[in-house]
């Protein structure tokens, strides 16, 4: 199976500090996979580097069938390539509707003057409870974002997400502040979103990797240290070495 | 099952009603009905008008984009210069023309066209038409200019600032310095739109001469009225539905809207191109009815002024901003005209000429740190919000326990 985004020989400095050095990866189509690293790994580095916010000193970033460079795209272009990308803090736009919220996300042309002339048809409204009843927010979609607890915030976003209808969706630590049965949820959520694109968790907490039950990817100072099984992983010398032995 | 555009938005039709109101009451008291109204009040009026569309276009590139401009009045101004420059030509043609036709031989065209030259540039010094005024014989075209330079300039200027990812304090600075060039570049002799005499004799419509001036006032009064009104439906169907949703998301966190796929500059853009142009209408509208035009009125002063009505009169609603640039220019023009009464404290008379800008800046700080949504935000006190009916469950969720199931 070929890949869907490939990372090759990517390295980014910070006023001399190598955040990412030499990285290499791969992620399949369909799947999900967890990026594991101690404090200052770079793994919010990586998914800056894949989101256009932050252009590698050098390397290659490839995504889809075409073998697009990423590293050409702005933002908004790779978004809409079909990359979607949900950050560590939850970041919704408060002063809107949940309502608002997702439908500004739901996967549709995007140019201003598009927008501009666009009339919600009946699909829209079908599409935005499918998403709601998904995440668990249809009692809240008038709600304005603003008033919803801490987790809800973090499905609503990984609500926008799946709304975008990304190929690749990227997840910053998203069960960080949630409560034991939200993240139960959450976890639903993400193995289920990864049953028809692939999904990449970047997470510090074992025990939820352990409950996502992927492919681990272990990052130590901007490169691959280990990859496999979290069994396979933990059990690695290096691993140990530098991350769990701490 | 969409309701439709005024449904969804009550205060667009509570605002027009109320504008038409106004504009019906300002006419029964002016000369056509009880003659209570003079005619300077209705001009003053009219440019109310004006400015509170000006307001209204500021508030949508600020309190919904996000975009604190202090350049906008800098548009307004390039409107009322590209409408002036052909009141100003056609008018003196007019008496050029009139002063000549006793003259033994008629004029040539060419001799008609360096008298105007003489007449408007003889104050500057000069008597030749800088390219500058190639099109302002024709009505159409400095019409088509009144929309296209404003627009223009915000669309280059716009391209170049948004482009490079300049946000807020930085471009609020940026704004501000192409207002003062601008202004600087007017005030100088040489740059073909005479100096700091600016233009003037504005509100001679030539063509209708035979109309009195209190005519003419009403009929801008009710131009303004128009334009104000359909101004703020046009924004109003802007900033509703997803566009205005997207638009208000960039203000509040732009990183996180280019992730989602939208290309935030283009949007920045479009609105502070859009805006531009409604200024520059505004303009338009506002200096026949005002006489006169120089650069002092594109000075950085005016815009920040602009930026003062909208946040006194509340940021984020459009009907905010209409409030605040009419409170506040009328309450200007009263105190600094000499109309409100000096107080004498005994020791100290003051007098509102001097101590008005100091009273404008307390209320504006006091409105920003006591009444943060402005005035405007007093209307939110008269829509009554459902309280839900949750008296004694448990909690706001289903799944918590209804009273009815929880220890008695």
Redesign the interface.
């Known amino acids: 199976m070929t890949s869907l985004l490939e990372v090759s020989g990517v390295s980014v400095t910070f006023d001399g500090f190598r955040a990412i050095n030499n990285l290499s990866m791969q992620i399949d189509a369909v799947g999900l996979r967890a990026v594991i690293g101690p404090n200052g790994a770079g793994k919010t580095t990586f998914m800056d580097i894949i989101t256009g916010k932050t252009r590698p000193d050098s390397g290659r970033v490839t995504f889809g069938e075409a073998n697009l460079s990423l590293l050409d795209m702005n933002e908004s272009q790779i978004a809409r390539a079909g990359i979607g990308r949900k950050f560590q803090r939850p970041t919704v736009f408060e002063a809107q509707s949940v309502r608002e919220n997702l439908a500004m996300a739901l996967r549709d042309k995007r140019a201003p003057l598009d927008v501009l002339l666009f009339r919600p048809g009946p699909d829209t409204e079908t599409r935005i409870r499918a998403i709601a009843d998904e995440i668990g927010l249809t009692d809240a979609l008038a709600r304005p974002a603003g008033e919803l607890s801490h987790g809800q915030k973090q499905w609503l976003e990984i609500g926008m997400l799946l709304a975008q209808d990304p190929r690749l969706l990227l997840v910053d630590e998203p069960a960080a502040g949630m409560t034991p049965a939200e993240r139960e949820h959450t976890t639903a959520l993400l193995v289920r979103a990864a049953q028809d694109r692939a999904v990449v968790v970047v997470e510090h907490d074992m025990e939820f990797v352990r409950r996502l039950n992927c492919k681990v990817t272990v990052l130590h100072e901007g490169a691959v240290l280990a990859e496999g099984s979290l069994d396979h992983v933990t059990q690695n010398k290096d691993v140990i070495d530098v991350y769990l032995g701490r | 099952m ?1 309701q439709s555009f005024i449904a969804r938005n009550p205060s667009v039709l509570w605002f027009l009603l109320a504008l038409a109101l106004f504009t019906l009451a300002v006419t029964v008291l002016s000369h056509l009905g009880l003659g209570l109204v003079s005619t300077s009040f209705v001009k003053t009026l009219g440019k109310t008008l004006c400015l509170c569309l000006i307001a209204v276009a500021m508030d949508v590139v600020w309190g919904y984009c996000g975009i604190l401009s202090l350049g906008h009045f800098a548009f307004f101004g390039i409107g009322g210069y590209a409408i002036g420059m052909w009141l100003m030509y056609a008018r003196t043609e007019q008496i050029v023309v009139a002063s000549l036709v006793n003259a033994p031989l008629p004029p040539t065209e060419r001799e008609v066209v360096d008298a105007i030259g003489t007449q408007i540039f003889g104050v500057v010094g000069a008597a030749e038409f800088p390219p500058l005024w190639a099109f302002a014989g024709s009505l159409p075209l400095q019409l088509m200019a009144v929309v296209l330079v404003p627009g223009l300039l915000a669309l280059v200027f716009g391209w170049l600032a948004f482009r490079s990812r300049v946000t807020g304090v930085y471009l609020s600075i940026l704004t501000q310095a192409m207002t003062l060039a601008l202004s600087l570049y007017l005030f100088q002799n040489d740059s073909g739109l005479r100096g700091n005499n600016g233009l003037s004799g504005l509100q001679n419509i030539p063509g209708l001469d035979h109309l009195g001036q209190d005519v003419l006032s009403l009929w801008f009064f009710w131009a303004s009225a128009l334009a104000l009104g359909l101004g703020y439906l046009l924004f109003a169907w ?1 900033i509703s ?3 205005g ?2 638009v ?2 960039i203000r ?2 732009e ?2 809207v ?7 500059e ?2 920045k853009l ?1 609105v502070f191109t859009l805006t531009a142009v409604v200024a520059g209408l505004a303009g338009a509208l506002y200096y026949p009815q005002a006489g006169i035009i120089n650069p002092a009125e594109i000075a950085p002063i005016a815009s920040i002024y602009l930026a003062v009505w909208v946040a006194i009169g509340g940021r984020g609603r459009l009907y905010g901003a209409v409030i605040g640039a009419a409170l506040v220019s009328l309450l200007s023009s009263w105190f600094t005209g000499g109309a409100a009464p000096n107080i004498d404290l005994g020791f100290y008379v003051i007098r509102w000429t001097d101590w008005w800008l100091v009273l404008l800046g307390l209320s504006f700080v006091a409105v920003t740190l006591f009444f943060p949504k402005g005035i405007g935000g007093l209307f939110d006190y008269l829509v009554v919000k459902p309280v839900p009916d949750r008296q004694g469950d448990f909690g706001p ?2 799944s918590a326990w209804r009273r009815e199931e929880g220890q008695p």
């Open positions: 969409r802007v539905g997803k566009f949703s997207v208000r998301a509040d966190d990183a996180r280019r992730f989602l796929g939208y290309h935030v283009s949007y479009f969720d289903d």
